[in-house]
């Protein structure tokens, strides 16, 4: 009896199965049983486990498509279209409301795809470890081969690896987008692209700048939620300060009040008062909050209209000024219009 059991787990394996069991219970043969487990039996166990998890991957990927599509519903979309002067603070403000939609959009679908391939990935190497194994394949080593190589590889393309974590985090938190106005602290300017490995920013030049996801250590976004225009204004020391200041107030308020289509103050304007002792004027600062990258549009309003009631209040504005005393060097003396300013 242990040799029949022997030869046996010998001809279909150590769990034997119930057809291989059967055929050599009913021939009494090494070969039958060994020829109905092979071309039979294992067979239909392997058809089984990809059966098993093409459905398992199905109802994933079903479920997984299900909680992107209702990301995106949560998501209000406009149908209004875009005007066509997007130029204008209307212009701008629409097109960076259509932006936002399909940045929410895009990060469910990205979501949707992250979640997908790492349950795909997950479900394939389970079944091809389980369909290795009803090959009566010793896994220990392939195990171990996969670690080595998979370490080689990864410090190998760590760089590349790190660059699509980062772009990952940043599209699923929504740090930037396409349209905002950011630095990375390599580059400043506007974003054009972004990847799951690179993020594309243009400046002022007009230089565009591609920088790895993985090498940005810190993001400063100035074009969400709100922004502040800073405004510095100069005037001379023997101006009256608390009358300057109620000027430059009274006039962020008019613009404020005013509600301007091409000033968006979204907040009363503050002055903040003195913030400097220059070399030829104190500086009087003032803080306007506007929406989101309107604060140099803003500023550029602010500063005209701030310029034009100085010179109506006759308020000063100086320029900077240099006193250079001229000493001659041989023994006559200076003339007396040596004194130049």
């Known amino acids: 009896m242990p040799e029949e059991i022997q030869e046996l787990t010998s001809a279909c394996g150590s769990r034997p199965g119930l057809f291989c069991e059967f055929v050599y219970n ?18 239909l166990r392997i058809l089984l486990i990809i059966l098993v998890a093409w459905v398992i991957r199905w109802l994933l990927q079903r479920a997984i498509d299900r ?11 406009d149908v209004t279209p875009l005007p066509e002067d997007t130029s204008s603070v209307a212009g701008r403000r629409a097109l960076r409301e259509h932006t936002l939609e399909a940045r929410s959009r895009q990060r469910a679908i990205t979501i949707g795809a992250v979640l997908n391939s790492a349950s795909t990935l997950g479900i394939v190497l389970v079944a091809g470890l389980l369909v290795l194994s009803e090959l009566d394949l010793n ?12 370490l ?29 106005i950011v630095n990375t602290g390599l580059a400043t300017g506007k974003v054009e692209e972004v990847s799951l490995r690179t993020t594309r920013l ?23 939620l709100w922004s502040n225009a800073v405004i510095d204004v100069e005037v ?33 304007p503050e ?60 023994g006559d003396a200076p003339p007396s219009d040596a004194l130049a300013s």
């Open 26 to 43: 009913q021939t009494g043969s090494y070969n039958a049983a060994r020829i109905a487990s092979w071309f039979v039996e294992r067979p």
């Open 202 to 224: 243009r400046d002022q030049a007009g230089t565009l700048w591609i920088v790895p996801n993985g090498e940005i250590q810190r993001v400063g976004n100035t074009s969400q």
């Open 152 to 180: 080689a590889i990864g410090f190998g393309a760590q760089s590349m690896v790190k660059d699509f974590l980062a772009g990952i985090f940043i599209i699923l938190e929504d740090q930037y987008g396409v349209g905002d």
């Open 271 to 330: 002055v903040l008062g003195v913030d400097q002792l220059g070399e030829s004027s104190v500086v009087i600062r003032a803080v306007v909050k506007c929406e989101p990258a309107e604060q140099w549009s803003m500023g550029r309003i602010a500063r005209k209209r701030i310029k034009e009631a100085l010179d109506a209040a006759g308020i000063e504005i100086p320029f900077a000024q240099r006193t250079v005393w001229v000493r001659s060097m041989g």
């Open 139 to 150: 896994l220990a080593p392939l195990i171990a081969s996969a670690g080595i190589a998979g």
């Open 67 to 77: 909680f992107v599509a209702r990301i995106a519903e949560n998501t209000e979309i």
């Open 236 to 268: 001379s020391y023997d101006t009256d300060l608390d009358y300057a200041i109620s000027v430059i107030k009274a006039t962020l308020d008019e613009i404020w009040m005013e509600a301007d289509p091409n000033a968006t103050v979204i907040a009363e």
